[in-house]
């Protein structure tokens, strides 16, 4: 919906649009900006579960009342990871033996703030709540969020190894394509603020970066999700452990994707399917897998040091789907009266959603699901000026001039930017500034704008 933290999971939250919660930025909630929603945690816990959330899963601050929406949402407090704060702390050690606030950031995590980091804590705690709720036997929501891969790249330097920099390439497409329009490019100040890339004193807005660090981003990008995918790993085993992998459902997903070097952009805050496309992947006892017997392993642990793994495109969908679906998607397979679909407007409505559930993919083969509809998604993201400034990448509400509206198809990604008035959240679709169009087949890096071509 809007490749970026709050946005992003305030929507798939509540099950409603950025343009419906109002919020684009960081700095309003909606329960007082925009309308009373309920979200998706919370319309389990009135149906009489316990929910429970771990980590990030709204993001903290004003965008979800300096709560984690609690108590709407959640039975208990939300748990931090104590050592959440030190995140962007100079805790990377350079060459020099001092202490930076780096992006690329392999740590020895014995000389880490109490010896550990954010993600391990988190899958400790959230194996503590699944052994509290297989004793007292009661229905129960869990959300963990992890950070990783999430700037700054700080993940336990052992992972490092399982990508030798000789092995690591540039991005398919690193340069800025010759018919982008200047609105839809994305800056990546944040990248600039970390020490080790402010001393490389790269030119803005378009950079680029050095090859030899941009491999090693990519290196450790790709060690951090290696990192987070261990420590999913653990948090399933322990689901085996307490016996109750047979009787839980398990979604995996992230709020948006990151470019990592694509279109000579890093970061989120874009149109691109490498910003807005992300995981979800779903595990449904019974439907989506055979059913298990008691005491057999569906989530045996798979150390990432000793097993050769092997990529195992199983199941992998081609639908088009939207985050704004797993609210209703969850209340089906859960046996919960799905939310109706929201009328528009719907500011008033409590519960509604936005999307329609995806359950029925899960009975039937791609060919089998109707086809009277073609699926799509959109996304949006706003924009301060025509061309890229300092605060391009998170413009506050009241500066947000100019939009970005993108519908994604099979066959075509399209992309319009219209003027944007903050003060009423309207978008003037007369007044065009910049469009985009690709051809996913012939050219699905999206790096080829034949918007003007217009013969499509």
Not at 162 to 168: D, K, S, T, V
Not at 228 to 233: S, Y
Not at 259 to 282: C, I, Q
Request: net charge negative.
């Amino acid at each position: 919906q809007q490749a970026v933290c709050a946005p992003s999971r305030v929507s798939f939250l509540t099950g409603r649009r950025p343009d419906t919660t109002r919020l684009y930025d960081f700095y309003s909630y909606w329960r007082v900006h925009a309308g009373n929603y309920s979200t998706m945690p919370q319309y389990f816990k009135e149906n009489g579960y316990t929910t429970l959330s771990v980590g990030k899963v709204f993001h903290p601050g004003v965008s979800s009342n300096y709560s984690d929406d609690y108590p709407y949402s959640w039975s208990v407090p939300p748990f931090h990871p104590s050592t959440e704060k030190y995140e962007n702390y100079k805790t990377c050690r350079g060459k020099d033996g001092k202490l930076y606030a780096n992006l690329v950031c392999p740590v020895d995590v014995t000389e880490m703030p109490n010896g550990t980091l954010p993600d391990i804590q988190s899958t400790e705690e959230a194996i503590r709540l699944l052994n509290v709720m297989k004793t007292k036997k009661q229905k129960f929501f869990l959300a963990v969020g992890y950070h990783k891969p999430h700037i700054p790249l700080r993940y336990p330097q052992e992972f490092r190894k399982l990508y030798p920099l000789e092995n690591i390439t540039l991005a398919p497409d690193p340069w800025v394509p010759e018919k982008l329009p200047s609105v839809a490019y994305n800056p990546w100040t944040d990248l600039r603020q970390r020490d080790d890339v402010e001393a490389l004193n790269v030119s803005f807005p378009y950079g680029p970066l050095p090859d030899d660090f941009q491999r090693q981003i990519r290196q450790s990008y790709y060690a951090a999700v290696s990192y987070l995918d261990t420590q999913v790993g653990l948090l399933l085993n322990a689901l085996d452990d307490v016996g109750l992998s047979n009787s839980t459902i398990v979604v995996f997903t992230a709020d948006h994707g990151w470019s990592l070097g694509e279109h000579g952009e890093w970061a989120k805050y874009s149109n691109f399917d490498v910003a807005t496309r992300v995981p979800l992947m779903f595990y449904v006892p019974g439907m989506t897998s055979p059913s298990v017997s008691q005491g057999e392993r569906v989530f045996p642990y798979l150390d990432p040091f000793s097993h050769h793994l092997s990529l195992v495109p199983q199941g992998r969908s081609n639908k088009v789907v939207e985050l704004l679906s797993l609210f209703s998607t969850l209340a089906e397979l859960a046996g919960l009266q799905v939310p109706p679909v929201c009328p528009e407007p719907s500011f008033h409505v409590a519960l509604c959603t936005e999307g329609s559930s995806i359950a029925q993919y899960f009975h039937a083969s791609e060919e089998k699901v109707e086809k009277e509809k073609e699926s799509f998604a959109f996304s949006q993201y706003p924009r301060p000026a025509d061309t890229p400034q300092w605060n391009s990448d998170k413009p506050r509400l009241k500066d947000i001039r100019i939009m970005g509206y993108s519908m994604r198809t099979i066959d075509y990604r399209y992309t319009l930017w219209v003027q944007f008035n903050p003060n009423n959240f309207s978008a003037d679709f007369e007044d065009v500034h910049a469009g985009e169009l690709y051809v996913m087949k012939t050219d699905p890096n999206q790096d080829d704008n034949v918007y003007d071509n217009m013969s499509h």
